[in-house]
C-alpha cells in the first residue's frame, strides 16, 4: 500500500493530515518570585490566554531555616489581589511557571517547588534581566532556582515569557 | 506552536524573505571540495536558498559559482564545457568566467564589446576545511571568512560529510538542539558505535535518564545544557552551543572526535545536513576515518555517486522491526543520522507548527525560534548583522564536563566554551 510508505511525507499528501484539535488546554500557572518580575507577569495577564493564570509570590516568608520542620503552607496573590492558597493552585497546575528576575532574591522557589514536586507538577524557572547583571547576581538567583526548576532559562528579554507562553498554548 | 505566519517567517529562505536574507549575511557551506576535484573538472549543479547555481573550478584554479543558466536562450549550463578560463555553453557558444562575465559570444565580433554586456549573477566561492563556502548577501557587507574550529584545523584532524534531507531545513535544525530525543530516539547507540562508546560520560547518559535542561541565551545563539548527577553532589554537563541561524555541535565524548552539523536550505522543502567530526588536537585515526565513511556516528552511508543516503523515504529507511523489538534499536532505523532524519522527514516537508504540542522541555526550540525571530525583524527593519556572523560568534565549542551543583554551567565552561587552537577539549 502506497499510503504505509515513508514515500507519503511529501507536501500533496499532507492535504489529508486529518484536521482536528489534538491537545485540550493545560492549565499553566505563571508566578512572578519577585517584584520586578511581577511588573512583567502583571503585563503579560492583560493579554488574551487559554487557561493560564498569573500569580505572585513576591510577598513570601522565607524558606524554613535549618533545623525547622518544612512547611508548604503558603499563599499566593493573584493579580487582583487576591489570596490563593499554594497547595490548591499547584494541585490543579499542569505546568508551573516561575519567573524570577537576575540578581533578586527567589527564596519562594523553594516553597512553590516543593509543593509541585508533592503533587506531580512540572516546573520550569525563567530568570529574566540578566543583561547588564553581574555573574555573581545571575548565580544567586539560579542557586535558588535551579533545585526547582525541571527546565530552566536564563532569558536576555522580558519579551521572551511571553512567546514561550504562546508557544505552550498557555 | 507557531502562528502560520510566525511558521512561514522561519521556514522560507528564498530571495527577498527574512530568513532568506539571515542566511544571505554568512558564508554558508556550498558543496564538499571533493565536488570540484580539479582544475577543469566538471561543473557541479548546486541549488541554495531556492536559486539554481552553478559552480565549477576553472583552469587556473579559480572557483565559481554562478547562475546556472545561459543568459542566450536560458539553457542549462551544467551542459558546458569547462575550459580554457570559462565555463563554455554547448549550444551557441556563448562563454562565461567564474564571476559570470561573459567573456565571448561567437556569433559577435569581438570588438563590439557585446559580452561585456552580459553577466550572469555570481556569488564567491571559497575554499577552507574541505568545504567550498560561499555568500550569497551583498557585495558590500561580505563577512570575514569562516572561523568555524572544525574548518580551520589540519585536513587529516577533520572529516566532513553531507547528505541531502528531504525537509525543511528549521525542522531538521531543530533537532539537533532538542537535547530530550536522545534518551529515546538514539537510546542503545551510545553503547555500540564505535564513534561514542567507552567514554565515561556515557555511563551518566544511561544512568540518569530524566536530565534536566538549563537554556541560556549566548552572544552568537543559545547554549543548552543538559544535566545530570554525578558523583559526591556534582552534575554531569553536557553542553550543545547553537550558532544562527543553523550550526550545532554535540558535547564531546571522552577522547573521541567533537561533532556537529549546519543544516542549509536547498530550497524550503529540502535541506543539506552537513556533518563533522575533528579533533582540535590529534589527527583522526583511520579506524575513525573508515568508521564515519561507512556511516558511523553523525554520518551516513550513501548511494554511490551522489548525497542521497542509502537508507531513505523510498525503502522506509530500511526500517527493521525485529532490531527494534528486540532492543537493539530503539527506533528500528540503524545509526544517529539516519534515526533523526527519518523521524524528521516524517513531519511533512514543512511541519504544519500551529498542530503541535510543544512542552516545557521544548524551551530550547522555544528559545531558538526566539531568537530568529527577534533577529530577523532587527536585520530586516534596521539592518543590524544577526548573532552568528561575528568570527568570534563562530569560535566556539561543546562541552561535556562536572561542575558543582551551585555553578552556573556559562561560568564554571566559560573558557572551555571558546575555541581555542592546540588546547585540547573538555570532556568525559
Same mark, same amino acid.
Given at each position: 500500500m502506497a499510503s504505509e510508505s515513508a514515500r507519503m511525507s511529501s507536501a500533496a499528501e499532507a492535504r489529508f493530515r486529518i484536521d482536528a484539535p489534538n491537545s485540550k488546554g493545560r492549565a499553566i500557572k505563571i508566578i512572578a518570585l519577585d517584584a520586578p518580575a511581577e511588573r512583567v507577569v502583571r503585563r503579560l495577564a492583560q493579554a488574551s490566554w487559554n487557561r493560564a493564570s498569573f500569580f505572585t509570590a513576591s510577598a513570601f516568608a522565607g524558606p524554613p531555616a535549618s533545623g525547622e520542620s518544612f512547611s508548604m503552607t503558603g499563599w499566593l496573590s493573584d493579580v487582583a489581589g487576591r489570596t490563593k492558597n499554594l497547595i490548591d493552585d499547584v494541585a490543579c497546575a499542569d505546568l508551573i511557571v516561575m519567573v524570577a528576575t537576575a540578581g533578586e532574591n527567589a527564596h519562594a522557589a523553594t516553597i512553590i517547588g516543593e509543593a509541585a514536586s508533592a503533587k506531580r507538577v512540572n516546573t520550569t524557572g525563567l530568570i529574566i534581566g540578566g543583561a547588564g547583571k553581574s555573574d555573581e547576581a545571575l548565580a544567586k538567583t539560579l542557586a535558588q532556582l535551579r533545585p526547582w526548576s525541571l527546565m530552566l532559562v536564563i532569558a536576555g528579554a522580558d519579551d521572551y515569557v511571553e512567546d514561550m507562553l504562546v508557544a505552550l498554548r498557555a | 506552536m507557531l502562528r502560520k505566519e510566525q511558521n512561514d517567517l522561519l521556514t522560507?529562505?528564498?530571495?527577498?524573505? $527574512?530568513?532568506?536574507?539571515?542566511?544571505?549575511?554568512?558564508?554558508? $557551506?556550498?558543496?564538499?571540495?571533493?565536488?570540484?576535484?580539479?582544475?577543469?573538472?566538471?561543473?557541479?549543479r548546486v541549488k541554495l536558498l531556492s536559486e539554481r547555481l552553478l559552480a565549477f573550478r576553472d583552469s587556473e584554479g579559480r572557483l565559481g559559482l554562478i547562475d546556472e543558466f545561459c543568459a542566450h536562450r536560458g539553457i542549462s549550463l551544467w551542459f558546458g564545457r569547462n575550459e580554457e578560463k570559462g565555463l563554455r555553453c554547448p549550444y551557441h557558444g556563448w562563454k562565461y568566467d567564474v564571476t559570470g562575465q561573459c567573456i565571448d559570444v561567437p556569433s559577435e565580433p569581438a570588438e563590439s564589446g557585446f559580452c561585456n554586456k552580459i553577466k550572469l549573477k555570481s556569488y564567491p566561492l571559497i575554499e577552507k576545511g574541505g568545504?567550498?563556502?560561499?555568500?550569497?548577501? $551583498?557585495?558590500?557587507?561580505?563577512? $570575514?571568512?569562516?572561523?568555524?574550529?572544525?574548518?580551520s584545523v589540519p585536513d587529516k584532524q577533520r572529516f566532513v560529510s553531507k547528505r541531502h534531507q528531504e525537509c525543511n531545513w528549521l525542522q531538521a535544525m531543530e533537532g539537533g538542539i532538542d537535547s530530550s530525543h536522545?534518551?529515546?530516539l538514539h537510546r542503545g547507540d551510545l553503547g555500540s558505535d564505535p564513534l561514542f562508546k567507552g567514554a565515561k560520560g556515557n555511563q551518566y547518559n544511561l544512568g540518569d535518564a530524566r536530565p534536566v535542561f538549563e537554556v541560556v541565551e549566548s552572544p552568537g545563539g543559545l547554549y543548552i545544557g543538559a544535566r545530570r548527577n554525578a558523583e559526591n553532589g556534582k552534575y554531569y554537563w553536557r553542553i550543545t552551543p547553537w550558532v544562527m541561524p543553523s550550526f550545532t555541535m554535540i558535547a564531546p565524548r571522552g577522547n573521541h572526535s567533537v561533532h556537529g552539523h549546519f543544516w542549509i536550505p536547498i530550497d524550503d522543502e529540502n535541506c543539506w545536513t552537513w556533518s563533522f567530526d575533528y579533533h582540535p588536537i590529534r589527527e583522526l585515526t583511520a579506524a575513525e576515518v573508515a568508521a564515519m565513511r561507512e556511516g558511523k556516528g553523525v554520518h551516513?552511508?550513501?548511494?554511490?555517486?551522489?548525497?542521497?543516503?542509502?537508507?531513505?523515504?523510498?525503502?522506509?529507511?530500511?526500517?527493521?522491526?525485529? !532490531?527494534?523489538? !528486540?532492543?537493539?534499536?530503539?527506533?528500528?532505523?540503524?545509526?544517529f543520522a539516519m534515526q533523526d532524519a527519518s523521524v524528521q522527514e516524517s513531519m511533512g516537508p514543512i511541519v504544519d507548527r500551529t498542530k503541535e504540542n510543544l512542552v516545557s522541555t521544548d524551551n530550547g526550540i522555544i528559545m531558538a525560534r526566539h531568537r530568529l525571530m527577534r533577529a530577523a525583524k532587527?536585520?530586516?527593519?534596521?539592518g543590524i548583522t544577526p548573532p552568528g556572523v561575528d568570527p568570534e560568534h563562530q569560535k566556539i565549542r561543546s562541552v561535556a564536563i562536572v561542575l558543582p551543583a551551585d555553578v552556573p554551567y556559562k561560568e564554571g565552561a566559560k573558557? !572551555?566554551?571558546?575555541?581555542?587552537?592546540?588546547v585540547a577539549p573538555a570532556t568525559v
Open positions: - | 522560507q529562505t528564498g530571495p527577498g524573505t $527574512p530568513m532568506g536574507q539571515m542566511f544571505r549575511c554568512s558564508w554558508i $557551506p556550498a558543496l564538499l571540495s571533493e565536488e570540484l576535484p580539479e582544475r577543469d573538472s566538471p561543473p557541479v568545504i567550498l563556502w560561499t555568500y550569497m548577501g $551583498p557585495p558590500e557587507k561580505r563577512p $570575514p571568512e569562516p572561523s568555524w574550529e572544525f574548518a536522545v534518551s529515546f551516513v552511508a550513501l548511494i554511490p555517486g551522489t548525497y542521497r543516503p542509502t537508507a531513505n523515504k523510498d525503502n522506509d529507511y530500511l526500517m527493521d522491526r525485529a !532490531a527494534q523489538k !528486540a532492543g537493539h534499536s530503539y527506533s528500528g532505523v540503524a545509526g532587527a536585520l530586516v527593519e534596521k573558557e !572551555a566554551l571558546i575555541a581555542k587552537p592546540g
